[in-house]
């Protein structure tokens, strides 16, 4: 029961993760390009590129951590 | 000006840079105030809401005590984010004044933690902690977080700045490579 709950209380924390993703992303994309849809296409793109990565470390490593 | 060849090739765009390196410092001093001034207004105000709220959300976390500058001899005591903070410019600065006069003249804002036991009245009870940065990590919940967002918005900095003074790193056909440099398989024609 303990884990999960523990799990449960992390994750609120990673909800101030998504501001970052935002700004994050926006900012970089704009020093790519320079037209402000091209701007937010690429952001767009690398904010899910970010997120996806972030869930493929944390699947790796809740799949390793489950044998402890 | 950005020379010809540089320029994407899915569109006409001439970028006046104007002086680069007074841009370069705007752009340090205020987010977005660098593109702004070369006439890249919707750049600059993306750069100044983004990196802006970043820090300003990092203040609101960390209740306005996450930016702070402080060295001296015991090594402990060093404030490194600052290194990364300072690099939003301006409103990473008082953190400078307030680490050099020991009358604080900003009062208790961006001011280094105070040093020796610290003692506070918390839901009726005294409470004694090593020094003030011991209290506030104990008090303020979102105050590592606080701080992480602000070193973020001064790392963002730095890449705007390089935008102000060097232009966008324009990428060619989405990523896609250009027809002449498509690898051609061997004894075939070049059209």
Redesign the interface.
């Known amino acids: 029961m303990l884990p999960p709950l523990l799990l449960a209380l992390a994750a609120t ?1 990673l909800w ?1 993760l998504m ?2 993703v ?3 992303s ?3 994309a ?7 849809d ?2 937010i296409k ?1 952001a767009i793109r690398f904010g899910i590129w970010i997120v996806g990565f972030m869930g493929v470390v944390f699947g790796l490593i809740y799949f390793l951590s489950r044998g402890l | 000006m950005l020379p010809k060849d540089a320029l ?1 090739s899915s ?1 006409e ?1 001439v ?1 006046d840079l104007r002086d680069r390196n007074f841009a370069a410092l705007l752009a340090w001093l205020i987010p977005g105030a660098g593109h702004m001034y070369q006439g ?1 207004w ?2 600059g105000v ?2 100044a809401v ?2 802006l ?2 820090f300003a ?1 990092g203040m609101y ?1 960390g209740e306005g005590n996450v930016v702070y500058a402080a060295w001296g001899d015991d090594p402990s005591q060093h404030r490194l984010p600052y290194v990364l903070q300072i690099g939003v410019g301006a409103p990473a600065l008082p953190a400078l004044v307030q680490a050099n006069f020991d009358s604080r003249p900003f009062g208790d804002f961006m001011a280094p933690p105070k040093l020796g036991p610290q003692t506070i009245f918390e839901n009726g009870k005294q409470r004694t902690d090593p020094d003030e940065l011991a209290q506030w990590n104990r008090r303020i919940p979102g105050f590592e ?1 606080g701080t992480v ?1 602000t070193m ?2 001064g790392l ?1 900095n730095i ?2 700045i ?2 102000a003074w060097g ?5 060619v056909g989405g990523g896609q490579r250009r027809e002449d440099d498509e690898p051609k398989p061997p004894g075939s024609a070049s059209s």
Do not use: N
């Not at chain 1, 704009?30 to 402000?36: D, K, P």
């Not at chain 2, 232009?167 to 990428?171: I, N, Q």
């Open positions: 924390k101030y501001p970052l935002v700004s994050i926006l900012v970089y704009a020093t790519r390009h320079e037209l402000v091209e701007i690429h | 994407d569109l765009m970028i890249r919707g750049k993306l750069f983004c990196i709220g970043t959300f976390l977080l967002y973020i918005a963002l890449l705007a390089f935008d232009g966008p790193v324009f990428f």
